[in-house]
């Protein structure tokens, strides 16, 4: 966690706006990933990775959301001005105040994972006297859709040995290997991931009515009445899939739908080959990573040439090996997430594009 700077630099104090201070200015805010819009105009916000991002001209920020269970952190330009962990159920108004005068990028990251419940984002405001300015949307977009690997459950934990509470107190969603790739190409962001979900079959066989796919529709995990209609102004260059891990990494129990291994192989590449078409038909124009363990790697394989018979040159298979999963319950840890984060970054570079990644940082 990052210190608060305490002489010379910005303040920060929570505080409620009282009846004698000035009507805030409202900023507009991007959002990075997807949220259901409340009637009061908030957003319920629960897939991992979520941020939001907002310009002003002025001295002070406010942010104002709510949250039980999250972790997030706030920024300005760049700079971590604020972690929120366990701020309870009670709305967090934060002020940011002691800017140096101009214009500033204010950043609210969620850190965690939610599968159930996320936060609700309120909004950001400015003074009467200072100026919200409209957001930049980057002009590159990568979505990556996966599992806890994508989530980076535990990611920051200094022992593979994790209870509950440590797994998502530990896990830090911004450091895992999905942003870190899109740091490098000045990309937004989206995390459809879901810790313990596969294609067909979830981890040690839980859950066997649901999957990745099946909530990969709905604007937040734990909601199936709120489906996305679709953005037309999300429309990303890259997709990115890491799925398999929880379908084999487990053995088959008695009563399981699948009677053997190499009848859940077919299962998972007939639902896979058939979740990348429903992709294709809402993202032709984007590339595709297809990656793998070597445990199920040769079956990804198989469904990237599947994929790329029906639309040709639009999969890209990578097989990643060498972690040491040091992270919570042998799950990738900070190092792991750098080092798929450089295999992806180096075959990005290959595509034609026309990206080239910044230096790692």
Not at 49 to 72: C, I, K, N, P, W
């Amino acid at each position: 966690m990052t210190n608060l700077p305490r002489v010379g630099q910005a303040t920060v104090a929570l505080m409620a706006l009282t009846a004698a201070a000035p009507a805030p200015r409202p900023v507009s805010a991007y959002l990075g990933g997807r949220a259901v819009q409340q009637a009061d105009g908030s957003l319920s916000i629960g897939w991992p990775g979520a941020y939001l991002e907002g310009r002003f001209t002025g001295t002070a920020v406010r942010v104002r959301f709510q949250t039980s269970t999250d972790h997030l952190r706030l920024l300005i330009d760049g700079e971590e001005k604020r972690r929120f962990d366990h701020p309870g159920p009670d709305p967090v108004d934060a002020v940011v105040g002691g800017l140096r005068p101009g214009t500033h990028v204010v950043r609210l990251e969620k850190l965690t994972e939610s599968q159930e419940g996320g936060f609700r984002f309120i909004g950001f405001y400015t003074a009467a006297d200072a100026k919200p300015l409209p957001p930049r949307p980057r002009a590159r977009q990568i979505e990556f859709i996966g599992d806890s690997y994508t989530v980076g459950y535990g990611n920051t934990s200094p022992t593979a040995t994790c209870t509950r509470q440590e797994i998502h107190d530990t896990t830090d969603s911004q450091r895992a290997f999905g942003p870190l790739v899109a740091r490098r190409f000045d990309a937004d962001y989206r995390l459809n991931a879901y810790s313990g979900f596969g294609i067909v079959r979830n981890y040690n066989g839980t859950s066997p009515t649901r999957s990745l796919p099946i909530v990969y529709p709905q604007l937040k995990p734990d909601d199936a009445t709120h489906l996305d209609p679709g953005d037309p102004k999300w429309r990303p260059q890259l997709l990115v899939v890491n799925l398999g891990t929880n379908d084999f990494s487990t053995d088959l129990h008695a009563g399981e739908q699948w009677p053997d291994l190499p009848a859940l192989q077919t299962a998972y590449r007939q639902r896979y080959v058939s979740f990348l078409t429903e992709l294709h038909a809402k993202q032709p124009q984007a590339r595709v990573i297809l990656m793998g363990k070597p445990q199920f790697y040769d079956q990804v394989a198989q469904v990237s040439t599947a994929v790329n018979a029906r639309f040709p040159g639009w999969t890209t298979p990578v097989r990643f090996d060498g972690l040491a999963y040091s992270g919570c319950n042998a799950h990738p840890s900070m190092a792991d997430d750098r080092i798929l984060a450089e295999l992806l970054v180096g075959t990005i570079n290959k595509f034609p594009l026309g990206w080239r990644a910044a230096p790692a940082r």
